[in-house]
């Protein structure tokens, strides 16, 4: 990737408490992207902005896994809390969130079609327990068809705070 130039805007949707880790159910202060968008700060000075639905999921990981697949299956688009005025001013978005059931979380969903991204640089992160990017890159070129969507990071979730390095190799910084 090309150095970054501009102002740069780093969005993340993340998840405490009860969490998949290293194969069992741990309890999480911070969320694991949380903790990567954290380091993606720290390497770019970007602003960050975090994705807060309005209603909150479940704090037991099996039924938080339930309503997640069902607002999947119905393409919700949860409400959110607040959003920026505009994203105007940024030229290049770190779209930082977990992989749920193969893509994004809702409330991505619900960030990414409330702004016009044309010509902005979109660079996904991704977190995991093992399912990679899953189709997420894919379905961020179709929300966002007038972005530049660049090739994407995907950290496991047991792993990311000792993923500074890579985040750093990928964004070139």
């Known amino acids: 990737m090309t150095p970054m130039k501009g102002r740069t805007l780093i969005v993340f949707f993340s998840r405490r408490g009860n969490n ?4 069992r159910i741990v309890n999480l202060e911070v969320g694991n992207t949380e903790v990567a968008a954290g380091m993606v700060e720290k390497l770019t000075g970007g602003e960050l902005y975090q994705i807060i639905p309005v209603r909150t999921y479940s704090d037991d990981y099996t039924a938080c896994t339930k309503e997640v697949k069902e607002e999947l299956r119905v393409h919700a688009r949860p409400e959110l809390r607040s959003l920026p005025d ?3 001013a940024y030229d290049h978005i770190i779209l930082c969130y977990p992989n749920w059931w193969g893509t994004m979380p809702m409330p991505v969903w619900t960030f990414l079609e ?3 991204f044309s010509g902005k640089a979109i660079y996904p992160l991704c977190t995991h327990e093992g399912s990679g990017l899953g189709h997420s890159v894919s379905d ?3 929300a966002c068809h007038d972005a530049i969507v660049k090739e994407g990071l995907a950290i496991v979730g047991g792993s990311v705070k000792s993923a500074e390095n890579d985040i750093a190799y990928w964004l070139d910084v």
């Open 86 to 88: 505009s994203i105007e």
């Open 20 to 23: 998949y880790v290293d194969g």
């Open 140 to 142: 961020i070129k179709k």
């Open 114 to 116: 409330k702004f016009s």
